[in-house]
């Protein structure tokens, strides 16, 4: 997995990132230099009750003209075209996400019904738009998704029980605003399945067959602040240092993996959330290990690099053994769920997803070649 000589590669990072306890003060401020005025607010209920929304709706004072607050775990179909309908009725020229994930993807894909018109079935899919989409700023509530620097939106079809890519790099948010205070009330389990979902960010951008130096540097940062600050926000998730570096480890792997790739572990874990409802930080962790274990013999030279950045040193055979045991260490004391099992996938499922997951674009860029679907059965096995 060294890079190869002729080695080319294109880095893009537009979104701008303010950073900062209490820096959701100044969304105003972006709204204005964005040259807009009027904010539609899209949240769910935990962020409501949780009192996050109220703080976002002082902050934005006059500019808000509208709060959606009925998203749902998986960002849905029908969700994002109802969100984009009444921010039409309300004359909105900007979208303010507030939320993890889901959130944040339902907002991107109103983003574009807004500008395209239409539903977006209409151009879910890679590469499909010809403009920049309406303006859009990210307060993420979570630290794992990186989906506040990424140009992909995962959005579930409910009557197909599966889950759906629309990648485009019109779909980039503006800006992020990483702002440790939204964070400190997450409950300890999300909190370490989120981390663990921004680990496996960092990992599969690292072991990617599309891998690149730019993406490694941030990847490789991300997992240091990861291994040493993750932990702590699980024990005290008042700390909001801890929490700011696992926030910005959260955005760093996301700039990673969306300049390079994720692989393996995300084609399995879309399919085991839409077909079995896993959510996909706990999905992430779960596999991850298991799948290190299958890549190793191609990526004894990364993962003796992620080995480095978990604060060990090993030889580029003993690499995946180690990054795999960290990993499942990691999890373990965090008291994440170890097996697919005790996530509620049966065991006559892992055939089907095995193969449903075979049609998966990270599928490709796997560094260990995948031409059969029992390997993947194979890792589920163990996973389970």
């Known amino acids: ?48 009750n949780a009192g996050l929304a109220a703080r976002v709706e002082k902050a934005l004072g006059k500019k808000l003209v509208g709060t959606y607050d009925q998203c ?37 894909g ?23 989409q309406t303006p859009h700023i990210v307060i993420p509530t979570t630290a794992g998704t990186g989906s506040e620097v990424t140009n992909a939106a995962v959005v579930k079809n409910q009557e197909e029980h599966r889950k759906h890519e629309i990648v485009d790099d019109n779909i980039y948010p503006n800006v992020g605003i990483i702002d440790p205070t939204m964070t400190a009330g997450l409950p300890p389990m999300l909190t370490a399945t989120t981390g663990m979902d921004a680990l496996c960010h960092a990992v599969e951008a690292i072991h990617c067959t599309q891998r690149q130096p730019m993406a490694d540097a941030f990847a490789l940062r991300a997992i240091q602040l990861i291994m040493e600050y993750l932990p702590q926000c699980v024990e005290n998730g008042k700390d909001l240092f801890a929490r700011g570096q696992q926030a ?3 955005t760093m792997a996301g700039i990673a993996f969306t300049n390079s790739q994720t692989a393996m572990v995300h084609a399995i874990a879309h399919m085991l959330g839409g077909m079995y409802k896993v959510p996909h930080g706990l999905a992430n962790s779960i596999l991850l290990p298991h799948v290190v274990r299958f890549n190793a013999c191609d990526c004894g030279d990364s993962y003796a690099m992620v080995a480095v950045a978990m604060g ?37 499922g892992l055939a089907e997803a095995s193969e449903v997951a075979m049609g998966q674009a990270p599928m490709v860029v796997n560094p260990r070649q995948v031409d059969d ?3 993947v059965l194979s890792v589920l096995k163990q996973a389970w």
């Open 373 to 375: 679907a029992q390997e």
């Open 248 to 250: 910005l480890a959260a």
């Open 110 to 132: 109103a983003a574009i019904v807004l500008k395209e018109g239409g539903q977006i079935q209409d151009v879910a899919g890679y590469q499909m738009l010809s403009q920049p």
């Open 312 to 348: 060990m040193k090993v030889s580029d055979e003993e690499a995946g053994e180690a990054v795999a045991g960290a990993i499942t260490a990691l999890s373990q004391k965090m008291g994440v769920p170890q097996r697919l099992r005790d996530a509620g996938v049966p065991e006559d």
């Open 1 to 48: 997995m060294a890079y190869d000589r002729d080695l080319s590669f294109i880095y893009n990072n537009p979104t701008r990132i303010v950073f900062g306890e209490n820096s959701i003060s100044e969304v105003g401020e972006e709204i204005e230099r964005l040259k807009c005025g009027k904010a539609f607010l899209v949240t769910d209920k935990g962020v409501v």
């Open 72 to 108: 749902v775990q998986d960002s849905d179909l029908r969700i994002i075209n109802e969100v984009a309908g009444i921010a039409r009725e309300k004359g909105a020229d900007i979208f303010v996400s507030l939320g993890g994930g889901s959130v944040i993807d339902t907002t991107k």
